[in-house]
């Protein structure tokens, strides 16, 4: 203990501030990248898998296949399976394109599950009414589906923002520099691993704890609202 | 390009890898069932406790909802032993994923208890049930009803969880892997492999669950979404 009060002025330097900012937002990046690719294709995924045409049934084979197939690889596991897709087919080195495309791969099948879930939340009678008044397709999900379905969809994508940003610590197992990595570095320099992960623990907290709050206060809005 | 995938040599692996599943398994349940019962606890403070046992629940539950499960057992692995206390491989993966479990199972059990009417207790007392035949009759089938989708839901996820022991050196179905990957060096196919035997027994685990939930607490399941 008194080694790591003597340990706290040397670790906090500028040098290193400003090197878990960068981790930090090396984090975030990923997540956000990966959180907007995965709502608009997700989206679009959750679309298409309610058409009823049978020219599109293929489409919807391949969409059903692909959330069910990565929703059940680990993060690891896709990671490291997409690192080495890259390495051998030589079409790039770059450790941050890799990790955001994974966890764009993996977000779109998680998100669009959400969506599809808020979608089917709506009762059919809705969807014939709409369809009895003419209504097109799209008309149907704009003006009637997605005005109920977002208030089903918004909590539980919310708290999968939040495991997001947690996965995207697994991202430090390929060397991607992010917050993970930077504490296994810190902690490589000889730095007590009390202060470096802890540290690394508290800057993840102050990533997720305002989304979290944030899906909290949406939730109980949108409960009460329905009642 | 010009790579050419060969399983053969990956495949003589195959039993070895199946083993590290077993691994993988044991890890889940116990972890799972581990947190089921510090949740269960966790969650009894939270509907009766006090203010300050309950504030103290809350916190821990923001805390180990909001922070990586890898960087946990990081912290558990490399900072505890500074106070002496060292935890081999497993049990600091173990440990970490029960603490993990512990704070969600909360939540989902605190849901769960949330979901009991006033009134159908009432009920119960009208018809001079004694506790224990409430509990069997009344409460217990309602919770279970409630609470096995999304309890079955955060198997799945911890079944996936538990490839981070890998990270620590726990051979386990992806330690394995790596294991196996360091011996052939076919990195893609003993990983793809890898990938679908986790897409197997994920699959088996909800086919299982989805049985257990339909025929024994006549919960809502679908085995493809």
Partial sequence: ?227 | MGYTLVYTQVLEFFPYLIKGAWISLQIVVLAFFGGMFFGLIFATIRTFGNKLMNNMVIWYVTFFTNTPQLVQIYFLFFALPEFGILLSPFVAVLLGMTLNAAAYLCEIQRAGFLSIRQNELDAAKTLNFTLTQQVKYVILPHIMKVLFPPLSNHYIIMTLGTSMAAIFGVEELTGRAFNINSETFRSVEIFSLTALVYIAITFLATFMLAIIGRYFFKAKMRIIQ
């Fill in chain 1, 1 to 227: 203990m008194e080694r790591l009060i003597e340990e706290i002025p040397s670790f906090f330097t500028i040098w290193n501030i400003i090197f878990l900012a960068k981790a930090m937002g090396v984090t975030f990046l990923l997540t956000a990248i990966g959180c907007f690719v995965g709502f608009s294709v997700g989206g679009l995924l959750a679309i298409f898998r309610k058409t009823k045409s049978l020219a599109l049934l293929p489409l919807r084979i391949f969409i059903v296949i692909y959330t069910e197939i990565f929703r059940r690889i680990p993060f690891l596991i896709s990671l490291l399976l997409m690192f080495y897709i890259f390495m051998i087919l030589k079409i790039s080195d770059n450790l941050f394109l890799i990790a955001t495309i994974t966890v764009c791969l993996i977000a779109t099948a998680y998100i669009g599950e959400i969506i599809r879930s808020g979608i089917e939340s709506i009762n059919q009678t809705q969807w014939d009414a709409a369809e009895a008044m003419n209504f097109s397709y799209f008309q149907i999900l704009k003006e009637v589906i997605f005005p109920q379905a977002w208030k089903v969809i918004l909590p539980p994508a919310f708290s999968f923002f939040i495991m997001f940003i947690k996965d995207t610590a697994l991202a430090s197992q390929i060397g991607v520099m992010e917050l993970t990595f930077a504490a296994k570095i810190l902690n490589n320099k000889g730095f007590s691993p009390l202060l470096s992960f802890g540290t690394i623990l508290i800057l993840y907290f102050i990533l997720s704890f305002p989304l979290d709050r944030f899906g909290k206060y949406m939730e109980r809005k949108l409960v009460t609202n329905r009642n």
